[in-house]
């Protein structure tokens, strides 16, 4: 069964709006998550770190201010897109991994945004 | 994390084992290798992780050689519902970097 779920699967919104996406770990308590994002034909980029009870790392050129993560608690980080724009609509992906670092990370099935 | 170079895309018969490579020849002693796969519009499949010794389960079989600068993925009986971008992976700690990966593409 699916350990990592992301909701919404698909957003649409429209330029100027904001969108909260949920990743919900069901299996274990994650106590750190990461959220990615893939362009069409691109690789995943990893945007930031969410670190439940403190603030997230952000990867170089993510901006913070504009990608808010939230990670209030164990099981539950969301990422919010503000102020949307065409060019930040994009696959959207979650993971999370238990304790031990050398571990697999599950990913959720993904949030595909579309800003119109 | 070491970088990894992966051919860009294959083919491969139904049914047929499925031989995937990766060069990782910086990878450090702690480093791990991890393989994923990315069906269409999903989020990445865990297949398959090691560090120096070969590695089996229900999906794949990971082979890393003696000196751990390469390693194979492979899939003993191909199916098309393998088709999927492969991503092998090294890390040492938290964060999964992932290069372009090898484009798999399972014919009957």
């Known amino acids: 069964g699916a350990v990592v779920s992301q909701h919404p699967s698909r957003v649409i919104c429209k330029s100027g709006t904001s969108v909260k996406i949920e990743c919900r770990s069901l299996d274990f308590q994650a106590t750190t998550m990461f959220w990615y994002r893939q362009f069409p034909k691109q690789s995943l980029m990893l945007m930031a770190t969410s670190n439940e009870g403190s603030k997230a790392t952000y990867e170089q050129g993510v901006e913070k201010d504009k990608f808010l993560i939230n990670h209030a608690s164990l099981t539950l980080s969301t990422l919010t897109v503000t102020s949307a724009h065409p060019e930040d609509s994009s696959f959207y992906i979650c993971s999370v991994r238990r304790g031990n670092p050398n571990t697999e990370a599950f990913f959720g099935q993904g949030t595909r945004l579309t800003v119109v | ?108």
């Not at chain 2, 499925?18 to 297949?47: F, K, M």
């Not at chain 2, 191909?78 to 992976?89: E, F, M, N, P, S």
């Open chain 2, 1 to 108: 994390d070491a970088k990894t170079t992966q051919p860009p895309s294959m083919d491969c018969a139904e049914g047929r084992a499925a031989n995937l490579p990766c060069n990782h020849s910086t990878i450090s002693g702690n480093e791990y290798v991890y393989w994923y796969r990315q069906i269409h519009s999903q989020g990445p499949q865990y297949i398959i992780h090691g560090l120096k010794n070969n590695e089996t389960n229900e999906m794949a079989s990971l082979i890393i050689t003696e000196d751990r600068k390469s390693s194979t993925l492979i899939l003993p009986h191909a199916t098309l519902r393998d088709t999927a971008v492969y991503y092998c992976i090294v890390r040492v700690v938290n964060k999964l970097s992932f290069g372009a990966g090898t484009t798999v593409t399972v014919r009957a």
